[in-house]
């Protein structure tokens, strides 16, 4: 009996492998059209990705080999000025001095710029006390025609005298003391500035201002004095220049700033009624650009300014690049307001030009 049940196991196993095998070798063709198909597949993947790294690889040959990595060049030596100061002269920059102390600032340095000497004689030539001419143009204008615009500059004016009709600050008779005319404008500037919104105030203790030029002229009855604070952190390497398409200069700057600058345009129509002001500014700003370092080399940024501006109707257009001031100095814009000097925003240059 159990051979019998073994040999119908065995007839039963031959019939299932005779029926069935047609069906296993579809089933083991189709797995080796699988197989030959990943096999393909993987080689064309292989080959299309080789194909992709290849033209990845070539294209960044081609833009590396097209970059050039720039070389920072040398750091200009600092610009200083052997000068001997008229005896006025030191007297008006050792009281400044002696104030900025008082008020927690560091002190200023002499410069010799040739535009406030010219525009206290302007004033005391054609009686017009006002940080405008006759035309209608401000102080920054005539820092660029006569001193280059290489540095930022804010225009500080006093006046004094006994009779005619320019308009005075204080009345001393027809005896001037010049020197107590200095030490006075300058203590009204600091002191009791609030009609001008203590405007001269903050450009005298600016502690972004570290140079000043000073100029005075003066006669018989009339006495003029103009205070340019200066703001002097760059040595240029190609100074600020504008060739009726592009605004331009290259420098570096004193990393006592941070490291986003930018360049603002100003512009204004002059007009002749300006000079009953008894403040300036450059007009209103009308283009903004953002000015980003190249390197770093030592203690020092450099930048590399080329901005396009086409100048579209006459008039007096202004670059301005600013900065932040990054030293931490506790001082008083206007009297009893301590605030840091932190991140304050700082013009660099001033550079005016007029479209005719």
Not at 289 to 311: C, H, M, Q, R, S
Request: net charge neutral.
């Amino acid at each position: 009996m159990r051979r019998l049940a073994l040999a119908l196991t065995a007839l039963l196993a031959v019939l299932l492998l005779l029926y069935a095998r047609p069906a296993l070798h579809t089933a083991w063709e189709v797995a080796q059209e699988g197989l030959n198909a990943i096999r393909v597949n993987a080689t064309q993947l292989e080959g299309a990705v080789q194909s992709a790294l290849q033209r990845l690889f070539t294209y960044l040959n081609a833009t590396l080999s097209s970059i050039h990595i720039r070389t920072l060049p040398p750091v200009p030596p600092e610009e200083t000025y052997n000068v001997t100061l008229t005896p006025l002269q030191k007297f008006a920059l050792d009281y400044l001095n002696e104030v900025r102390e008082r008020e927690g600032v560091p002190p200023v340095q002499w410069m010799p710029l040739k535009t406030p000497q010219f525009r206290a004689e302007y004033m005391l030539k054609t009686g017009i006390y006002s940080h405008y001419d006759a035309e209608g143009r401000e102080p920054t204008y005539y820092y660029t025609l006569l001193d280059g615009g290489k540095y930022a500059v804010g225009e500080n004016i006093a006046a004094m005298g006994c009779g005619g009709s320019i308009y005075l600050l204080q009345r001393y008779g027809c005896h001037i003391n010049v020197t107590g005319f200095i030490s006075w404008a300058i203590n009204a500037m600091v002191y009791n500035d609030s009609g001008s919104h203590w405007g001269h105030r903050i450009s005298l203790l600016n502690p972004c201002n570290n140079y000043v030029s000073i100029g005075l002229a003066y006669n018989s009855s009339k006495v003029f004095l103009t205070i340019y604070m200066v703001s002097k952190w760059v040595r240029w390497i190609k100074p600020p220049t504008y060739n009726g398409s592009r605004f331009t200069a290259e420098g570096y700057v004193n990393d006592t700033f941070g490291s986003t600058y930018y360049v603002v345009v100003f512009y204004y129509a002059p007009n002749s009624s300006y000079v009953k002001l008894h403040h300036y500014d450059w007009g209103t700003p009308i283009a903004t650009f953002t000015i980003y370092p190249e390197g770093k080399n030592g203690a020092f940024w450099l930048i590399d300014v080329d901005v396009p501006f086409k100048a579209q109707r006459p008039g007096l257009y202004t670059f301005v690049i600013l900065g932040y001031y990054e030293k931490n100095i506790i001082w008083e814009p206007r009297p009893g307001e301590r605030e840091s000097s932190e991140r304050e925003e700082c013009p660099l240059d001033t550079y005016t030009i007029e479209v005719s």
